[in-house]
């Protein structure tokens, strides 16, 4: 078997459309039809024949073929079949507008999923439960969203658990696997039916595009969402996949890297608590002890956690004291971030921070966050 950072780099080799080694940027919406007049078909006879050659962008182009080849071959298996969007929220748009839940239980996550979800309520009446609501509400063809590891905190949720109380109902399992892609997570293997991400984070990994997949078994669900993507308008389009492609030569290191250093930065300050009296909490699926977690995160951890501390206006400060972290929403790319999170979601606390952790030298991270929390130590805070 092709190992991942072989495949990253070869598994769209047969959709090389030209001899460059770098994919060119291809910005044409149209591409001419078959030179053969014998081999012109009408739209009625072509069906549902729209996978694969491109004609127009909105329902596919030469890159972002190449973007879907090269994620079912090297990373989800090509036993799964791929969607690309435009964003991680048109990918849930998408799920949502397909599946057409009557009752959708969502847990905690991403602000926008929840305004995605919203969004329908208004247009459907979709009735919305918790993840702790009795699920004997959910009957034939409704939908759990599970967010794990779950923003901002990066704590992780059963995956079986939930996809036994769905599928018991028949009811469908979506899972945003957003804070772990493979290799560190595989929600199939627990059950999913279909798998979301948001690729603006680490597939892209370079915080200069934005793009989502929706991830299926199922090759008549990929049909059906390509259809609905095409009237949607929401493929993704030909620059953005010319960097995804770019950036996902390079994953397996920056993922890997990434991971390997949130979950030394989350050690080191979990095992020196006592030592920063601004601290009060951290929160990271490595400092979990379920079974499932380590069934679950098998390739590593989340390169995204959070903190707590003491009071609202050192979170407020903090960012301003870190010299190798950015001041800045998102997650996913080779710098750290860390964002002061009550700026861009009104459901969670002002003393939180999340942080992203980026391809930095680990001891450098590790340095930069002792010396800012102890600069705050002696902030007056009332
Ligand atoms: C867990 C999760 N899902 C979905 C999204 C939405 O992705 P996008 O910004 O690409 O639309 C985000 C964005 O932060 C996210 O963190």
Redesign the pocket.
């Known amino acids: 078997m092709v190992g991942l950072g072989t495949n990253l780099i070869h598994g769209d080799d047969s959709l090389s459309r030209v001899p460059d080694v770098v994919q060119p940027i291809n910005v044409s919406t149209t591409y001419r039809y078959d030179d053969d007049p014998d081999k012109l078909r009408i739209a009625a006879e072509r069906g549902d024949e729209i996978i694969g050659v491109p004609y127009y962008s909105r329902l596919s182009h030469p890159n972002s073929e190449k973007v879907e080849q090269l994620l079912q071959e090297a990373v989800f298996g090509n036993d799964k079949h791929v969607i690309i969007y435009n ?4 990918a ?1 748009f998408a799920a949502l507008t397909f599946l057409n839940p009557k009752v959708l239980a969502i847990g905690k ?2 602000h ?2 929840h305004g995605i979800a919203n969004i329908f309520t208004r247009l459907t009446h979709l009735k919305q439960i918790s993840l702790e609501d009795d699920f004997n509400q959910l009957s034939k063809g409704d939908v759990i969203h599970l ?1 794990t590891p779950v ?1 901002p905190e990066g704590t992780a949720f059963d995956i079986n658990y939930f996809a036994n109380e769905a599928h018991k109902r028949g009811a469908y399992l979506i899972v ?1 696997a ?2 772990a892609p493979p290799p560190l997570q595989d929600p199939f293997l627990h059950g999913a039916d279909i798998v ?1 991400h ?4 680490y597939f892209g990994g370079h915080s200069d595009l ?3 997949a929706l991830i299926t078994k199922n090759l008549n669900w990929k049909e059906k969402l390509v259809s609905d993507r095409l009237l949607l308008g929401t493929n993704i389009a030909n620059l953005e996949s010319f960097f995804l492609l770019r950036s996902l030569r390079t994953y397996e290191l920056r993922i890997l890297k990434q991971s390997s250093n949130a979950e030394n930065l989350v050690k080191y300050l979990f095992e020196n608590i006592n030592q920063y009296k601004i601290l009060s909490n951290i929160y990271h699926s490595s400092l979990q002890n379920e079974q499932f977690v380590k069934d679950q995160l098998t390739g590593g951890h989340s390169p995204t956690f959070s903190i707590l501390l003491t009071d609202e206006k050192l979170a407020r400060i903090l960012p301003s004291k870190l010299k190798y972290f950015h001041h800045a929403t ?2 996913g790319g080779v710098e750290s971030l860390i964002e002061w999170r009550a700026m861009s979601d009104t459901e969670i606390s002002t003393k939180l921070l999340r942080v992203s952790v980026g391809i930095e030298n680990i001891a450098d991270l590790i340095n930069d966050f002792h010396q800012a929390l102890k600069s705050l130590e002696n902030i007056e805070t009332v």
Do not use: H, P, Q
């Open positions: 964003s991680g929220l048109s849930f996550g991403y926008g999923c967010e923003n945003d957003t804070f979301m948001s690729a603006t984070k934005l793009a989502g998102s997650l």
